[in-house]
């Protein structure tokens, strides 16, 4: 196991593209259209579901059916990408998104796409994305050098927040000049296309000696244990938990945001999102543009946690529209730096042996954080205002800043 000053070491090359590397050149146009897939189904489910209830509880609830695997299966999948080649688990998890949504268009066809055939497919569907997301993860440093490794993950957040704006765009507009049916047989295509290209991408094989594997819960227990013993780690975690308490959770709101705070409608409501959307993708382009150093990311993430936080506290001012939206774009575009930049942080620092199960804990908390923070803020909002709910989070990201701002890594790694 690498001491702390060894990765420290290990990360003194300056910045460098991601796409200098031909196999992330490769990865790229798969990773769109995968990505683009993913979120297509994901509107196509949630509009099934409306279409068939006209109940927000049930859009709710498939929603949280496609969310339930990712905490509870993602860490045994983290064990999984530790024993394969990441690359072929990727091959598995995008074809089985494409059959799903084929299985979903065929269904529709039929007239049998009823609640319980529309539950099962998102629960199918969160099963097979929790896999995805662990394995994910893990390939990317199969794909760069470590001086690239922040690019790469910046240019995926690019990725993941465009996606999610073009892909129910994408479903909106095939639903309005075809049908269900059509537009998951569209999604399927895309998913295949994504597979076929993932399979020009070679050479990924772990060349390394693996560690013992053992058991299922003997491996997750050793990645908990070598994640419990890391302080560098303990650092990055707390820090994601506490964006996701704040910047995420903000976002997560913003349809109560718009309508409580604002007094808004539908076009206030996309105006915040489409604000939002823009500060990731500058995040996100941010993060990609730095270099392999832990000293230079851990202050840019304590950077980003210390704006967001200081953004959250002005809630109070939040009266007009143009200044929630600039708030919004800022703490969005905070929120995907600290996110980009601790799963750097992550992947820069942990063991190869140990990469896919503390990637899938570390997924487990950036992504729990927000779903704990919603309900919690959301709350506090109902009883006692969007300013004092933002205000409590946020004071609790400033005490996290103050206490992490003198726990840096060592002056060795770089500025």
Same mark, same amino acid.
């Given at each position: ?135 994910? *993860? ?5 794909? @760069? ?95 994601? *938990? ?102 750097? *942080? ?53 005490? @996290? ?15």
């Amino acid at each position: 196991m690498a001491t702390d000053s060894t990765k420290v070491n290990q990360t003194e090359a300056g910045h460098r593209s991601a796409f200098s590397h031909p196999r992330f050149r490769l990865y790229f146009p798969s990773s769109c259209l995968s990505t683009l897939g993913s979120w297509l189904i994901r509107f196509l489910f949630g509009w099934a579901a409306w279409e068939l209830t006209a109940s927000a509880f049930w859009v709710g609830s498939i929603a949280g059916l496609m969310l339930v695997p990712t905490f509870l299966l993602t860490p045994v999948f983290g064990i999984t990408a530790d024993r394969i080649n990441p690359r072929n688990g990727l091959l598995v998890t995008v074809t089985l998104c494409g059959l799903l949504a084929g299985l979903a268009g065929i269904t529709a066809t039929l007239g049998l796409l009823e609640l319980p055939a529309l539950a099962a497919l998102a629960l199918a569907f969160g099963a097979v994305t929790s896999a995805h997301t662990p394995i994910r *993860l893990a390939f990317l440093p199969r794909l @760069v050098g470590r001086e690239a490794l922040p690019s790469a993950i910046g240019y995926s957040a690019i990725i993941f927040n465009t996606s999610r704006i073009i892909g129910p765009a994408l479903g909106a507009w095939l639903l309005m000049v075809s049908s269900v049916p059509a537009a998951f047989a569209t999604s399927a295509l895309i998913c295949v296309g994504a597979a076929l290209l993932l399979t020009r991408v070679t050479g990924t094989e772990r060349k390394e000696a693996r560690e013992d594997r053992g058991s299922f819960v003997a491996q997750l227990r050793a990645g908990v244990a070598y994640l419990r013993h890391d302080a560098m780690l303990r650092l990055v975690f707390l820090m994601t *938990l506490a964006s996701g308490m704040l910047g995420r959770t903000v976002i997560e709101l913003l349809p109560a945001v718009s309508g409580k705070l604002l007094f808004g409608d539908s076009s206030t409501l996309a105006t915040l999102t489409a604000a939002a959307g823009m500060g990731s993708v500058l995040g996100g382009l941010l993060v990609s543009r730095q270099s392999g150093r832990l000293r230079r990311l851990y202050h840019l993430v304590l950077l980003g946690l210390s704006v967001s936080a200081m953004t959250a506290l002005s809630a109070g001012l939040w009266r007009e529209l143009w200044i929630t939206a600039i708030a919004i774009g800022l703490i969005a575009g905070c929120t995907t730096t600290i996110g980009t930049g601790c799963q750097a *942080l992550t992947q820069l620092t942990v063991d190869e042996n140990y990469r896919g199960r503390v990637m899938s804990l570390w997924a487990v908390v950036a992504m729990g954080a927000p779903a704990v923070g919603a309900v919690l803020v959301g709350s506090v909002a109902d009883a006692a205002g969007f300013p004092v709910a933002f205000a409590g989070t946020a004071l609790f990201a400033l005490l @996290v800043v103050l206490n992490l701002r003198s726990r840096a890594p060592d002056q060795s790694a770089g500025t």
